[in-house]
């Protein structure tokens, strides 16, 4: 069997749903902050709207894969994060409730059943506030972006794949 090396970031959500946009506006900042903090060679930075056969498509083989969605809490606080950490040894999905119809529970109950999990996989839920139309998050989620690159960031050099720059 092929030792999995790859590290793949996946920000689930729709940018037209408000705040169900998080995980792509965390992926977008991912990508402008490459050419001052670059990420390992073939990490794969991917945006998906929570289908669960396209989120194991992206995952699939990985060693580690981080993923940024919009959930909802009740009672929520908008803006907070929750970090959510599984292995391939996951013996049942969350119980996060994502803002989609079939939600990243599913995606990775089926995943775990098909033996298609990434070796490590780490959720940050973001509480969203506005689930309306339009685009554009709201302020506390918004505000909740910076602290979220750089957590993702900090789990890949946790991974053992440093970013670039940081002590070889």
Do not use: C
């Amino acid at each position: 069997m092929q030792e999995r090396t790859r590290v793949t970031v996946v920000g689930v959500g729709n940018e037209f749903r408000r705040d169900d946009g998080v995980g792509g506006a965390v992926v977008a900042r991912l990508r402008e902050r490459t050419g001052e903090r670059p990420l390992p060679p073939g990490t794969v930075l991917a945006t998906s709207d929570g289908d669960p056969g396209r989120l194991i498509a992206l995952w699939e083989g990985a060693a580690l894969a981080v993923v940024v969605d919009a959930a909802h809490a009740h009672p929520g606080t908008p803006g907070r994060v929750h970090r959510i950490e599984l292995d391939s040894g996951l013996a049942a999905p969350p119980s996060a409730t994502s803002t989609h119809g079939l939600g990243l529970g599913e995606a990775i109950e089926l995943a775990r059943v098909l033996d298609l999990l990434p070796k490590r996989l780490v959720v940050y839920a973001v509480e969203g506030a506005d689930g309306s139309f339009g685009t554009g998050l709201s302020p506390v989620v918004a505000a909740a972006v910076p602290g979220l690159v750089a957590s993702v960031e900090d789990e890949i050099a946790r991974h053992g794949a440093p970013v670039s720059g940081e002590g070889s």
